[in-house]
């Protein structure tokens, strides 16, 4: 079975300064989709960005962006320019590109990384 | 455009209960997924719903059931409620296809306390 490991629990970065939060998963799968959610009070996850193993550039989305290390199985999010209003949970996942034999997939995420932004 | 939308929103409820938790999928989608989300935790897959069927389900007990109905809305229903069932209640839903690449929406959940 998949594997989504966030080792950082907790982060903190000063408004308008960068940070990036970490990610490393584990597959014997070739051809599989990366994500990383937010979750902020109100619980609703919400896509920040999206990486498709198979595309060697990394995803940026405005102020996020990604660092995808296929062979090391590693994919870290980097905040830019950091609001007041990104701090949240923030959830890494792992889906597989094939869907199974039942026609489906789900979702494999990590523990999350809660980021605080100081004013 | 309504996204994914869940009720209610909090419930309690006493050990050995049962509690039906629903969902109404953003509009065009056909495929409604359930997660738990226990405290500090990340959701964990419970089961995925096709064309009224169950069509994948995670590592939870048969006290966990569910149905969608013809208008691809879906119930989650847990019988025999344990204390360990408190968490956070998630349903996200998405459109079929040949790959898994479609983007997956969430709503804001079902928050269940088990007393």
């Known amino acids: 079975a998949q594997t989504v490991t966030q080792s950082q629990p907790e982060m903190s970065v000063q408004e308008a300064e960068t940070v990036t939060l970490s990610c490393t998963y584990d597959?014997?799968?070739?051809?599989?989709?990366l994500f990383w959610y937010k979750q902020p009070p109100s619980r609703q996850m919400i896509l920040v960005i999206r990486?498709?193993?198979?595309?060697?550039q990394n995803a940026t989305e405005n102020r996020f962006s990604v660092n995808f290390q296929k062979a090391a199985k590693s994919f870290s999010l980097k905040i830019s320019d950091s609001q007041l209003g990104d701090a949240a949970m923030y959830f890494c996942a792992y889906r597989s590109a094939v869907l199974d034999k039942t026609g489906a997939n789900n979702l494999f995420f990590g523990t999350g990384t809660r980021l605080t932004v100081i004013p | 455009d309504a996204g994914v939308t869940q009720s209610p929103t909090h419930l309690i409820k006493t050990r050995g209960q049962q509690v039906t938790l629903r969902c109404s999928p953003k509009s065009g989608h056909d495929t409604v997924s359930w997660y738990q989300q226990a405290l500090g935790q990340g959701p964990q897959f419970i089961f995925q719903y096709y064309e009224e069927e169950e069509r994948q389900r995670g590592n939870f007990p048969d006290r966990f059931s569910g149905h969608q109905f013809p208008n691809y809305s879906s119930e989650l229903n847990v019988n025999a409620l344990l204390l360990g069932d408190s968490a956070l209640y998630l349903c996200?839903?998405?459109?079929?296809?040949?790959?898994?690449?479609?983007?997956?929406?969430f709503g804001e959940g079902s928050w269940l306390t088990v007393v």
């Open positions: 996200a839903s998405s459109l079929d296809g040949t790959r898994s690449g479609n983007t997956i929406y």
């Open positions: 990486q498709e193993a198979y595309k060697q």
């Open positions: 597959t014997s799968e070739s051809d599989y989709y």
